[in-house]
């Protein structure tokens, strides 16, 4: 049967065919059936082909080692009238298409579409159907979705002619999941059912011989072991030595020549066989050197863990190295390096606590930092590593005080990180870390001037941030992570303007931020950081346009936001800055709902930031990042609603949560949502300093 092939299909399907497409399968699944999906993904990708199969020509060429790559889709788009390009791309690039079937996915219209397009792509024999609940033809409980039910016509839609979808059977009494995969197999590679389950006997066959061998070997070895013991001690040690050795050069020279290149999924495998190796070793009757490689090494581990969004697993290790490096700074407490390493080790559990919203937990994690490091400064009060990192904890201290609505504390905090960090650029100019400190001391007091109304003064101070970052991202030209500081501060900036009234200057400052932030992303799609500053930009940049009234631009670039804070929060909905960051996002699209006339849309989204920022809200009252957001998505949500007195009641909230702000009265984002609350119930608004509109508010700062 002839299929019509869009343009735009046919381009990407020749540039496929011009070598072998990138996936053997592309899996497609409902919501409701992802552990299945996850489950049949893990099996396929392990399976290796039978050493004698390998290289014998099947039906659709000759057989690899593996079956892999098959491409699982992540994100639950199942809302969605239309496939994005990512998802449309891998469809393109992929031999076969598997679908998960069942009485969810035939109610989905995103496994509908899938099926739909790779159809389209004249591959319907190279389509095949795992059965896990439901049945065929039944109108009551269909598992096949209408495009696997019936052939396309001549024009590539649904048509009448049942199809006849070949299924592997996963329902209680059928197929089971052994067979089930070799079935899926034998499909994909284009090899009989028969051979694979032949050969699959016999590599079991083979396994269990192998493993009795191994076992009566593992006795005879331990045994000989058990008798040199003794005698081997001494080389024991000698050989865990070189084994620490070897590991600490996996997560030293080998982890910082990765991370240069951006090769996380690397570091993360290395990363964990390290700390499981760690972990099974004994911590008494070693040196204090071991320990030190070890703490060494659970830091390394947890800041991989940490780029990768992992907190939880982060601050595991980190706990672990504070527990070396506390009980070696108990046993030498005149010993500067190692109460310095203890410190450090403890600075970044209470950041991941941070990260994870508990502003309790976190600064008094921080205190304790202090607290060391004041007991250490009498043994060197100049030394260049200890004034470095108490500029640290006075930086993260101070943070954590503007998150709980104590401003001027927390202004003279970032003071005080200024003259630390002047100071220590005099030692050496050169030191990129004390440089990048210097510009993030210049970040914080912007962000103090813009709480205080003086916009100008956060102008400039923004502007020597960005001096600063730019200078070191060009020394380092070749170390991506260094590229991203830049990015933050072309934001920071490009907010600041827009807020001074130069709106032109600020969407141009965050074209350049979102633009980078796409590109690192695009090194590294490991980097959850980079992801989160694409979606961050995106988002921020799109309130700008729609102010200039570009709302074209502005509508895709909210819409890029939120699918990549979906997929965010789906993967870590304990990270509270993602949230409120998605909230934003959230807010943005209901204000842009509304403008083109779709309250409908416009209240859910609004509905759903509250739903966020409200607990958020309720815990901490006085965080400007919360407070804002939480008022514009309350004035969106009045802007859209039928129902008048709701509307006058949300404004009436807003100007109740603004009255209870302790400091930051003089700031023009909060003044100027006060007056659009004040507009909304027909009062005269009081004079303010700023008229415009606020920009979108400044993110969570991440330090």
């Known amino acids: 049967m002839d299929v019509q092939v869009r343009p735009d299909v046919a381009t990407a399907e020749s540039s496929a065919e011009s070598g072998r497409r990138r996936y053997r399968a592309f899996i497609s699944y409902g919501h409701h059936d992802k552990a299945i999906a996850t489950r049949l993904h893990r099996q396929l990708e392990s399976y290796r082909v039978p050493s004698r199969l390998r290289g014998t020509q099947g039906t659709f060429g000759p057989l690899p080692t593996r079956a892999a790559p098959i491409f699982l889709d992540r994100e639950d788009l199942a809302s969605a009238d239309e496939l994005g390009a990512s998802i449309r791309a891998a469809l393109i690039d992929s031999d076969a298409l598997i679908v998960v079937c069942s009485r969810a996915a035939a109610r989905s219209h995103w496994v509908n579409n899938e099926v739909l397009e790779f159809k389209r792509l004249g591959r319907t024999h190279r389509i095949y159907c795992l059965i896990v609940d439901g049945e065929p033809g039944d109108p009551t409980h269909e598992c096949f979705p209408p495009a696997l039910r019936f052939e396309l016509d001549a024009d590539g839609q649904i048509g009448t002619r049942p199809a006849e979808p070949l299924a592997a059977d996963l329902r209680p009494g059928g197929d089971g999941w052994p067979l089930a995969r070799l079935k899926l197999l034998s499909g994909l590679l284009g090899v009989e059912l028969d051979v694979l389950r032949r050969r699959e006997v016999h590599r079991r066959n083979r396994r269990m011989l192998a493993i009795t061998a191994a076992s009566v070997l593992a006795m005879l070895v331990t045994s000989f072991l058990a008798v040199q013991a003794v005698i081997a001690r001494n080389d024991a040690q000698r050989r865990q030595k070189q084994a620490e050795a070897l590991v600490g050069f996996m997560l030293g020279d080998l982890n910082d020549k990765l991370r240069e290149v951006s090769r996380q999924d690397i570091l993360e495998a290395v990363d964990d066989h390290a700390m499981a190796y760690f972990q099974s070793l004994p911590v008494a009757d070693v040196t204090d050197q071991t320990l030190e490689q070890r703490a060494k090494a659970y830091v390394l581990i947890g800041d991989v863990r940490q780029n990768q969004g992992h907190l939880p697993q982060a601050l595991e290790s980190y706990q672990a190295a504070v527990a070396l490096t506390q009980r070696l700074a108990a046993a030498q407490p005149r010993n500067l390096a190692r109460q310095l390493a203890y410190a450090s080790d403890l600075m970044f559990v209470g950041m991941m606590r941070w990260y994870?919203?508990?502003?309790?937990?976190?600064?008094?994690?921080?205190?304790?930092?202090?607290?060391?490091?004041?007991?250490?400064?009498?043994?060197?009060?100049r030394d260049p590593t200890l004034l470095y990192q108490l500029a640290g904890v006075v930086n993260n201290t101070a943070h954590i005080l503007e998150a709980r609505g104590r401003t001027n504390a927390a202004r003279a905090q970032y003071r005080h990180l200024l003259d630390l960090s002047t100071a220590l650029v005099a030692i050496d100019a050169t030191n990129e870390q004390w440089n990048s400190l210097l510009g993030l001391a210049h970040n914080n007091l912007a962000k103090m001037a813009v709480l205080d109304g003086e916009l100008p003064?956060?102008?400039?101070?923004?502007?020597?941030?960005?001096?600063?970052?730019?200078?070191?991202?060009?020394?380092?030209?070749?170390?991506?992570?260094?590229?991203?500081?830049?990015?933050?501060?072309?934001?920071?900036?490009?907010?600041?303007?827009?807020?001074?009234?130069?709106?032109?200057?600020?969407?141009?400052?965050?074209?350049?931020?979102?633009?980078?932030?796409e590109r690192l992303h695009a090194l590294d799609k490991t980097h959850m950081g980079f992801a989160e500053d694409a979606a961050l930009y995106a988002a921020q940049l799109a309130g700008l346009l729609r102010q200039r009234g570009q709302t074209a631009e502005a509508g895709k670039l909210v819409a890029r936001s939120l699918a990549v804070f979906d997929d965010l929060v789906h993967q870590d909905p304990a990270r509270a800055d993602w949230q409120l960051e998605r909230a934003e996002a959230l807010v943005e699209k209901s204000v842009q709902d509304h403008a083109a006339g779709d309250n409908a849309a416009a209240r859910a989204g609004a509905h759903a930031a509250l739903a966020v920022l409200d607990p958020m809200l309720a815990a901490k009252s006085q965080d400007?990042?919360?407070?804002?957001?939480?008022?514009?998505?309350?004035?969106?949500?009045?802007?859209?609603?039928?129902?008048?007195?709701?509307?006058?009641?949300?404004?009436?909230?807003?100007?109740?949560?603004?009255?209870?702000?302790?400091?930051?009265?003089?700031?023009?984002?909060?003044?100027?949502?006060?007056?659009?609350?004040l507009q909304g119930l027909r009062k005269a608004p009081q004079a303010t300093d700023k008229t415009t509109l606020a920009a979108p508010s400044d993110a969570i700062h991440r330090p």
């Open 457 to 517: 003064t956060a102008v400039a101070e923004y502007r020597a941030d960005l001096a600063i970052q730019t200078a070191i991202a060009h020394r380092a030209s070749r170390n991506v992570a260094e590229m991203e500081a830049p990015l933050l501060s072309q934001a920071a900036l490009g907010r600041a303007l827009a807020l001074a009234g130069d709106l032109d200057g600020g969407i141009a400052h965050l074209r350049i931020a979102q633009a980078g932030a």
């Open 624 to 677: 400007r990042a919360i407070v804002l957001a939480a008022l514009a998505a309350r004035l969106a949500l009045a802007a859209s609603s039928d129902d008048e007195a709701e509307s006058m009641h949300l404004r009436q909230q807003v100007l109740t949560t603004v009255q209870a702000q302790t400091s930051g009265q003089r700031d023009p984002r909060l003044l100027a949502l006060r007056d659009e609350a």
């Open 356 to 381: 994870q919203g508990d502003l309790a937990g976190a600064q008094h994690g921080f205190e304790d930092v202090q607290a060391i490091l004041d007991r250490a400064r009498p043994l060197a009060p």
